[in-house]
């Protein structure tokens, strides 16, 4: 029996379905709703962990919550600038994006469902924005945006060409070498002045023992099936300015991914619900989730949201 099979029969469907505006009355549908999450065709065992969390219904899988990706982007100028993200996921930051008004959208993923989930928002968007001629009523005016198929360590897109690059809850699941690429491809497509937005995982405090942040990198690496190597806010401004950037901004936010007080404030009740029933339906996905959760437990005074907003030297 097929992993969608299985699903269908618990009434769980691994697409991307509606999404609840946290905090408002409203809801908005997704206009992915038919479109297939990545690693659909696994069972819940072998799923890694962000994905997991998407078959459920959770739609904020950042490590600081929506609260500390708002915050990132007060700090990132967006209006009328030529923008990049880099493995956009479901593109809840994505609309975050488009609602600021860029000149320009440029998603980059590696994962084919990915780029068709962007794709098909992106596409959304400009089918409902009114044309106008008039240069100073911009509101309304479609946004160029598109998503395309590359690693984000090697985008395919001309150096010095965006304004702005964000990335969020990517580089952790890098090695060190891994980083470095991505982080130095962001400073090449950025022109002079231009700011690298980063939302991330992070180890506190700057002195944790090396062997505490190994036993941390295992016990994420067998509960989420990521090697997450996440750093300490030390280490992840020394990388970033090792590639030449300059830090404007960071800021720290708990990592209370499962913690039911930070899922009210990022998916609202109905989102609560919605993952609540899904999980209690599932006894595999079930145990996936609560040794998860029991891991970020244990963890919770090592482990943070972090986020960065660093710039490309003008001289």
């Not at 996905?285 to 482990?303: C, H, P, Q, W």
């Amino acid at each position: 029996m097929t992993d969608n099979s299985i699903n269908s029969r618990n009434g769980l469907k691994p697409n991307a379905n509606t999404d609840s505006n946290a905090g408002t009355n409203t809801a908005t549908t997704n206009p992915n709703a038919t479109l297939p999450l990545p690693q659909s065709d696994r069972d819940p065992a072998h799923l890694q962990g962000h994905w997991l969390l998407a078959r459920i219904g959770k739609r904020v899988l950042r490590p600081g919550g929506r609260k500390l990706t708002e915050r990132m982007l007060a700090h990132t100028d967006l209006a009328d600038r030529d923008v990049v993200e880099f493995a956009p996921g479901l593109g809840l930051t994505t609309r975050a994006i488009l609602d600021r008004r860029p000149k320009s959208y440029r998603g980059v993923d590696r994962d084919p469902q990915v780029v068709d989930i962007i794709t098909k928002l992106t596409e959304s968007q400009t089918a409902t924005a009114q044309p106008t001629t008039d240069r100073t009523t911009t509101d309304h005016a479609a946004i160029p945006a598109s998503c395309v198929l590359r690693d984000a360590a090697d985008t395919g897109l001309e150096s010095n060409s965006a304004d702005a690059v964000i990335g969020e809850a990517m580089l952790t699941m890098q090695s060190d070498r891994g980083k470095r690429a991505i982080i130095g491809e962001a400073f090449r497509l950025l022109r002079a002045g231009g700011t690298y937005s980063i939302h991330e995982l992070g180890l506190k405090p700057d002195d944790l023992d090396e062997s505490v942040k190994d036993e941390i990198r295992k016990a994420l690496a067998r509960s989420i099936k990521v090697n997450a190597r996440p750093l300490t806010e030390a280490e992840w401004r020394e990388l970033l300015e090792s590639q030449g950037f300059e830090v404007l901004w960071s800021g720290q936010e708990p990592m209370a991914l499962l913690d039911m007080r930070r899922n009210l404030a990022d998916e609202g009740p109905a989102g609560v619900l919605r993952i609540l029933r899904n999980v209690l339906r599932n006894k595999d996905i079930r145990a996936r989730v609560l040794g998860m959760k029991s891991t970020f437990n244990r963890y919770r005074d090592e482990l943070t949201g972090i986020a960065f907003v660093v710039r490309k030297p003008t001289a």
